[in-house]
């Protein structure tokens, strides 16, 4: 992970940023003219009511009077108006932001290497897709532009207390450095506790979305106490972090509402001062105004930290997104072979292969299939069997050897054009939280729920689909959490058979079903594997025998290869794993 951007403003990371707002130019410099108004539009209520008084109610001009009074108004209404739109405005153009953003981290991710994955934590890839770009987004809605908005209504402020009356302007300049360096003080402790919020967060986020996931392993082993101690723990934790930011709130508005009160106090003495003793008689509606300034230049600096904290957290949480978009970690697609159809052919010839640097997995794999042919490939747990898989639809790159597809390198071909032949059951079926048909068409839409159907019956699972309370319309809810394992692994059959494909691919589930799922199971097989290239990696007997070639495995080397018979005859491997398989069958 990129370092977490220490510097307080990095400049390139938000030039990066600003490129984002781009295709919205319009947009961008409409809220930055929204900024500019508002600043202009807050001073001149302050002005026409100094003017109200000095100019109108001192001089008795009723005609002024109203005419300054409507002024006056009409800037309210313009104000109000211009803060509506600057509101909205600069909120479309974070959540725009947001939306490319997340689109184009998504599109990044769907292309990256299974070893990325392999690497990653899934929690905190979901935490940069989704909250950390609702930070990205508040950068523009809450940070950057209500910053610059309130620094430009500051300046205009101050500005106009100058204009109006310097040495007014001077005292109320000499308290800023107070209420500066308080709200230094602030951000800073604010910074630290916010940090500590959010990790609280994210841990309370990590351990209910990990305990409700293995709610099954805590019932079972009874850990509801030791679990709800722990959750207290955390919630204890939480809360301590978040009264934190409450105390220190609670320290500072006050100490900001006396600064400021005792500026207008200091004002109203002093220009009080100045009228008794007549160096100036025109001061009564400059304290006025004065009173309206200093709300319009110390309140900002009131907020001013909280803004800079979200500024803050945006910038660091869009360094994380940045760097995962900077992750150059796709799988070459340099192939150029692209096929309507292959024949099936297979080839592994000395393929070697690890999926850690120094830890190889493969130790020189070789075997041919050729085309239509059912291969078994058994062996121990660990053996490498579900790697050939891995290795045949690329999903890593092998570190030598070749793998060859009718007579072609895989390499050669393009990636989608050799996953469009090669159908894979893999052995824990994944379904989405969708319908069964869609699951099974994947939203194929050249996929009819007829040829669904029809598929269904030739593999001989309508009946079981069409027992289900909806049908094919069935939703299987969360990783098809409402179906049993085997019921599962009939859905991704058909899920296989459907896309017709030129070799098919079987990672046999190790568990075991009931009789009844264990013969449709067998059929199903039989069936989808009839007339393709199919390599199986088997665990039933039945599956194995029918093979016209198995290969056996074991730590990543193929030992033994033949017929079921010609494997039996040798007794070596294949006897013994075949024998103490038969036992068991038997005894069950
Ligand atoms: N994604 C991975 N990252 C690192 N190592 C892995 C990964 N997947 C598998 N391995 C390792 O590779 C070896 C072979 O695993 P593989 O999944 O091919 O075994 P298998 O023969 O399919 O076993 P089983 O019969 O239990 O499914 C194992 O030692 C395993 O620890
Ligand atoms: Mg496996």
């Known amino acids: ?72 108004l009409g800037v309210l209404l313009a104000q109000v108006i211009c803060q509506l739109l600057f509101n909205y405005y600069a909120n479309w153009l974070g959540e725009s932001v947001i939306k490319d953003v997340r689109i184009k981290l998504f599109e990044h991710m769907l292309d990256f290497r ?41 300046i205009a402020a101050a500005a106009l207390m100058l204009y109006m009356n310097w040495k007014l302007a001077l005292i109320v300049f000499a308290l800023l450095p107070v209420i500066l360096y308080a709200t230094r003080l602030f951000q800073q402790a604010m910074k630290v506790a916010f940090i500590e919020v959010r990790a609280q967060v994210s841990n309370l986020n990590s351990f209910v979305q990990e305990r409700l996931t293995g709610m099954k392993i805590v019932q079972l082993f009874t850990r509801e106490k030791i679990e709800s101690d722990k959750f207290r723990e955390i919630n204890e934790k939480h809360k301590k972090a978040w009264l934190k930011t409450v105390w220190y709130n609670s320290i500072f508005f006050p100490i900001a509402e006396i ?59 869009a360094n994380r997104v940045f760097s995962i978009l900077d992750t150059e970690s796709n799988i070459d697609d340099l192939g150029t072979v692209e096929k309507t159809s292959v024949n099936g052919d297979i080839k592994f010839s000395d393929v070697r292969f690890g999926y850690l640097k120094d830890e190889e997995v493969l130790h020189g794999v070789s075997f041919d299939a050729k085309a239509g042919e059912t291969i078994a490939i058994v062996g121990a747990t660990g053996a490498g069997k579900s790697t050939i898989i891995n290795l045949l639809n690329r999903f890593y790159e092998i570190n030598s050897g070749h793998i060859l597809i009718d007579g072609i390198d895989s390499k050669d071909y393009k990636l989608a054009s050799l996953r469009s032949h090669i159908a894979v059951v893999l052995q824990d079926v994944f379904l989405f939280a969708d319908t069964i048909a869609n699951n ?34 069935y ?6 959490s409402m179906l049993s394992s085997g019921q599962r692994q009939l859905i991704a059959f058909l899920r296989a058979y459907v896309s017709n494909p030129s070799i098919l691919i079987l990672d046999e589930a190790t568990s075991s079903v009931d009789t009844y799922s264990e013969r449709l199971i067998q059929r199903a097989t039989e069936k989808i594997t009839e007339g393709r290239t199919s390599i199986i990696i088997a665990h039933r007997l039945a599956t194995i025998k029918k093979a016209d070639k198995i290969l056996v495995m074991d730590a990543g080397k193929i030992v033994e290869s033949g017929t079921h018979y010609e494997l039996l005859k040798k007794g070596g491997y294949y006897n013994n794993l075949y024998e103490a398989q038969f036992m068991e069958e038997e005894v069950a």
């Open 1 to 72: 992970m990129s370092k977490e951007s220490g510097k307080a403003f990095d400049t390139g990371l938000f030039k990066r940023l600003l490129a984002h707002t781009k295709p919205y130019k319009v947009t961008f410099y409409s809220v930055a003219l929204f900024a500019i108004l508002l600043s202009a539009f807050a001073v001149l209520s302050p002005y026409f009511l100094q003017q109200i008084v000095d100019e109108a109610i001192k001089k008795s001009d009723a005609e002024k009077l109203l005419f300054l009074v409507l002024a006056m």
């Open 114 to 154: 299974m070893k990325y994955f392999d690497n990653s934590s899934l929690g905190v890839l979901v935490t940069r897709a989704v909250a950390d770009m609702q930070r990205i987004g508040e950068i523009f809605s809450q940070g950057f532009f209500v910053i610059v908005a309130d620094l430009l209504k500051m």
């Open 259 to 317: 600064v400021s009160s005792v500026a207008i106090g200091l004002v109203v003495w002093y220009g009080g001062l100045q009228n008794v003793t007549n160096i100036s008689d025109n001061v009564a509606g400059t304290i006025f105004a004065y009173i309206l300034c200093i709300e319009i230049l110390f309140r900002p600096l009131r907020q001013i930290a909280d803004k800079f904290n979200t500024l803050q957290m945006g910038m660091v949480a």
């Open 440 to 473: 099974i068409s994947l939203k194929d839409e050249s996929i009819s729920i007829e040829a669904i159907e029809q598929a269904a019956k030739q593999i001989g699972v309508h009946e079981f689909i069409a027992s289900l309370p909806e049908g094919y319309q």
């Open 475 to 480: 939703n299987v809810k969360e990783r098809g």
